[in-house]
């Protein structure tokens, strides 16, 4: 079990690196750029967010996760929105809140400084203008999805756990359906990946079970906001198709980006990654590779792929010599947090 945390961990932290390096980019600019495709850590140009950041380093998409997974482990598993919360003022105060807070994130983490003097409803009053919406990702961004797989690593492969512990997690920073629809559709498929006698299909079985669950749980809140948008369940369904019916791998990446895209919507990055996984028949290091080489938010796209690929192939399917660059790179311990996590799922059991 332990290779499997572990490779979640890991598999989150080499995407989310590898595509550091090609976030922004187009596909035609990435071979530009690099000279091909990019499959191995590599320096981040200086047009893109992680300029002047090292090969092999993280960006938000697994260092929020990260500071995430030890709140839980301290709170010895319990999900509330508060930790959540706790989390995030903790990630505000480091090198990569600067160059790396999206929009929303940024937003919250100067929200909750502001010691109280605005009230939450007011404060999401405020969020919740036209104009801060006129992108309905706004709000509904793939951030949310990139801190759910902590939910599923520590749900010790109880689907549901993990489904509700992602709605309250989600709620400290993105409060709307389609952004915790999300969220649950990757929970859910670490959590299922996590399991020694799963495959694919029922990975990508709990994944659209965890958007429809998800969707049903923000729905039911009141302290929820709610405005139009496509929905995450139904682009998992033509990501599907797409994975399963359009040739080629080239081609399948070719449709995910030109049917659903891969930019900052989760409605957009979830799907696709769903239907990158399918491609490779959920082999890591090639998902891995289409995440990082497909363009716009690949760091995201990476980190996601690389959890749900890396819980369900193991440690052992990422490329020798990566787990001691990612810790050394970024002065992180997976291995000692991929043990602590094995652990509660003892005391769990």
Known sequence: MNQKILGCLLGAAVGDAMGSATETKSTRQIEKTFGGRVEEFKEPPMDTMARGRRAGQVTDAFSIPYILTEHLLNADGKASKELGQKALLEWGKTEYFEPFAGMTTRSVVNRLREDDKMGTWAFAGRLGTKLYK??????????AASKAYPEGLLSAGDIQKAIEDTVEITMSSHDDPYSISGACAIAAAVSEALKSDTDLYKIVQAAKYGSVEGEKFARKRDDIWTYPGPSVTKRIDMAVKIAMHSGSQQNVVQELSERIGSGPAIAETV????????????????????AVNIGDETSAIGCIVGAVAGAFRGADSITEGYLEIIEKENKMDLCSQAERIEKLWGNIS
């Open 134 to 143: 006129s992108h309905y990702y706004a709000l509904s961004s793939n951030g």
């Open 271 to 290: 799907p696709t990654a769903l239907g990158i996984l399918i491609s490779n028949q959920g082999r890591t290091m090639e998902s891995i590779y289409d």
